[in-house]
């Protein structure tokens, strides 16, 4: 079975502060993914990779950033964290490139206040 | 960009009814995915269906892709069947997943 972990469940934070969010896939897969989901707009793509060190812009990577230094290691960061990145954040990984299924982590709930 | 439309938005049964989810999407894709949202926020892989027919247990799904939609089936319900069922389509050369607004399925015992 393929497991995405994600290093928190919940978290709240302050205006300012800079955030990581880790994301763990045990299945040596080549493609990780950064999605938010905020009620009325859905899921939205952040940032993705397919390979290490490699990252590539998604809907909406404003006031984000990644990182990719081991192949099953994925982290988004929010180098200072606003009110409006109040959300859910899914980071998701796939086999390799084209036509290969996502598998989800559990997400992280963060809160900034 | 690609579209994806799905119906109904909301599903009330009663347990032991079937129900039909339809996603609909405006080109031609690479990959189709039905997912169900737990009410913790978890998005559990029901299908990988870009094309043709899959069971499993109560649950199906039938992609047609000549004709842009994709429908899924959910035999004799169960309250554990509750959540936010999602579509979700990646088409051309990239792996990024475009979502549908989901069809959010209440069943009561």
């Known amino acids: 079975d393929v497991k995405v972990t994600q290093s928190s469940r919940y978290l709240v934070k302050r205006t300012g502060e800079k955030v990581f969010l880790e994301c763990v896939q045990d299945?040596?897969?080549?493609?990780m993914f950064w999605y938010r989901q905020d009620p009325g707009l859905g899921l939205r793509l952040i940032y993705f990779?397919?390979?290490?060190?490699?990252?590539e812009k998604g809907d909406i990577p404003e006031g984000y950033s990644v990182s990719r230094e081991k192949k099953e290691r994925f982290s988004l960061i929010l180098e200072s964290a606003s009110t409006n990145q109040t959300s859910m954040y899914l980071c998701?990984?796939?086999?390799?490139?084209?036509?290969?299924?996502?598998?989800f982590g559990p997400g992280t709930r963060l809160t900034v206040t | 960009g690609i579209q994806v439309e799905q119906s109904p938005p909301d599903l009330i049964l009663q347990e032991g009814a079937n129900s039909t989810l339809r996603c609909n999407f405006s080109?031609?894709?690479?990959?189709l995915q039905w997912f169900h949202q737990n009410p913790w926020g978890q998005l559990i892989n029901l299908f990988y269906i870009p094309s043709g027919t899959k069971q499993n247990g109560r649950l199906s799904a039938t992609t047609v892709a000549t004709e842009r939609y994709s429908l899924l089936y959910i035999s004799s319900s169960q309250t554990t069947d509750s959540g936010v069922y999602f579509c979700a389509v990646a088409a051309g050369n990239t792996d990024k997943l475009i979502f549908g607004t989901g069809t959010r399925l209440q069943v009561f015992p």
């Open positions: 299945m040596d897969h080549e493609n």
């Open positions: 080109d031609s894709v690479n990959n």
């Open positions: 990779s397919y390979d290490v060190k490699m990252k």
């Open positions: 998701a990984s796939s086999l390799q490139r084209s036509d290969y299924e996502q598998y």
